[in-house]
């Protein structure tokens, strides 16, 4: 385990320098980026009770340098970041409140999902516990949306593997995500908002090195989607969804019908 934090330790620094090190980083910046992902569902499962279950992150970044690599576009930062939670079931391990800072490089390559790859240190309190779980963690994260026929058959896909190493304790390599593919049924506007509604199948899918039950799953399922455009950068999702989910380590099957409201959104407070 010191090794995994000798490691993390390493990359982070090795990330910082070269933000340090990029052209002109040290006496100007070339914007303010900041993002958002989230998630408010109501979740009924075949067994258990039903939840309600808030998560989600929000990250303001300082942009150093941006720089092309072919047809390739790259965006070194370093960023200020928050990573929160809540159920209401009550669980320790669902509620908390993590703020932190990293530094990451995001990549833009065309036909290849959006990627941002970074090294962050997250002081994360347990809401209801209070007890503090500082750590390190190395990430990737991606996203891509499509559309097999202009305007008809929109598909999406998102996920997020985290090397988490915590100052004490086993550190574990978490993998989740989903992959989407719909049907528009119907689009219409209202001023300068776009509402499109649509029928999907879809999977979710997670898995970690602990194996910890929670997080090794596939979960294949189908829903109805409504999509809201025209608000800038943020893009809100109201979903419901029915899946089939089958947990990896205990191999306990659960049927879910969830009421989702995900959103994404990104901005940047000085684009030049």
């Not at 070194?76 to 970041?81: C, E, G, N, R, S």
């Not at 997080?215 to 399922?221: E, L, Q, R, S, T």
């Amino acid at each position: 385990m010191s090794g995994s934090r000798g490691l993390a330790a390493a990359w982070a620094a090795a990330l910082a320098a070269a933000c340090v090190a990029a052209p002109g980083a040290a006496l100007a910046f070339e914007g303010l980026p900041g993002s958002t992902w989230g998630e408010l569902r109501w979740d009924f499962p075949s067994r258990g009770s039903a939840d309600a279950i808030l998560q989600g992150w929000a990250r303001q970044g300082v942009a150093w340098k941006r720089w092309s690599v072919g047809d390739a576009r790259l965006v070194l930062q370093t960023y200020a970041t928050v990573r929160y939670g809540w159920d209401a079931a009550g669980f320790d391990w669902a509620d908390y409140v993590g703020p932190g800072a990293g530094v990451a490089v995001d990549l833009d390559i065309p036909r290849m999902p959006a990627a941002t790859v970074g090294a962050e240190y997250i002081q994360q309190w347990s809401g209801r516990s209070w007890s503090a779980t500082p750590y390190t963690a190395l990430f990737l994260d991606w996203f891509q949306a499509w559309d097999i026929r202009s305007g008809r058959w929109p598909g999406s896909t998102w996920g997020s593997l985290r090397w988490e190493i915590p100052n004490a304790g086993r550190d574990d390599l978490v993998l989740q995500g989903w992959v989407r593919q719909g049907w528009e049924l119907h689009r219409w506007r209202r001023g300068g908002l776009a509402f499109v509604l649509g029928p999907y199948a879809g999977v979710r899918f997670g898995a970690d090195t602990l194996g910890l039950d929670w997080n090794g799953y596939v979960a294949p399922g189908a829903g109805l989607a409504l999509d809201l455009g025209g608000v800038g950068g943020f893009q809100p999702t109201a979903v419901v969804e029915y899946a089939w989910e089958r947990r990896f380590k205990s191999g306990e099957e659960i049927h879910r019908l969830e009421l989702a409201l995900r959103w994404y959104g990104w901005w940047d407070l000085a684009r030049r």
